[in-house]
Nanobody
Framework: QVQLVESGGGLVQAGGSLRLSCAAS????????MGWFRQAPGKEREFVAA????????YYADSVKGRFTISRDNAKNTVYLQMNSLKPEDTAVYYC??????????????WGQGTQVTVSS
């Protein structure tokens, strides 16, 4: 059974940093792209960042470009999201996903349960 488990969320003040992790189990994901999405209350799920299977290509939403960094460790089946200079508008539940990559949620086949990130002003 495929399982994605996110961790690292929490409460942080504006301007602070958090590092999210997503550990995959049940199969090897080194041949697949991995991504992060987020969903704020009352809003649709939105793309945050994605990384190719090799880690050689990364993609970011304009809203996080320059502040967030996605990376992966295929030996550990884990993807990370380093979030710096956090803003209150970054507050959301963050989800990791595995699939074919890109900014569309429909391109991903497996999803984690989400981790809450709250940024106070």
């Amino acid at each position: 059974q495929v399982q994605l488990v996110e961790s690292g969320g929490g409460l942080v003040q504006a301007g602070g940093s958090l590092r999210l992790s997503c550990a995959a189990s049940g199969r090897t994901f080194s041949s697949y792209a991995m991504g992060w999405f987020r969903q704020a209350p009352g809003k649709e799920r939105e793309f945050v960042a994605a990384i190719s299977w090799s880690g050689g290509s990364t993609y970011y939403a304009d809203s996080v470009k320059g502040r967030f960094t996605i990376s992966r460790d295929n030996a550990k089946n884990t993807v990370y999201l380093q979030m710096n200079s956090l803003k209150p508008e970054d507050t959301a539940v963050y989800y990791c996903a595995v699939g074919h990559g890109g900014p569309l949620a429909g391109s991903y086949d497996y999803w984690g349960q989400g981790t809450q990130v709250t940024v106070s002003s």
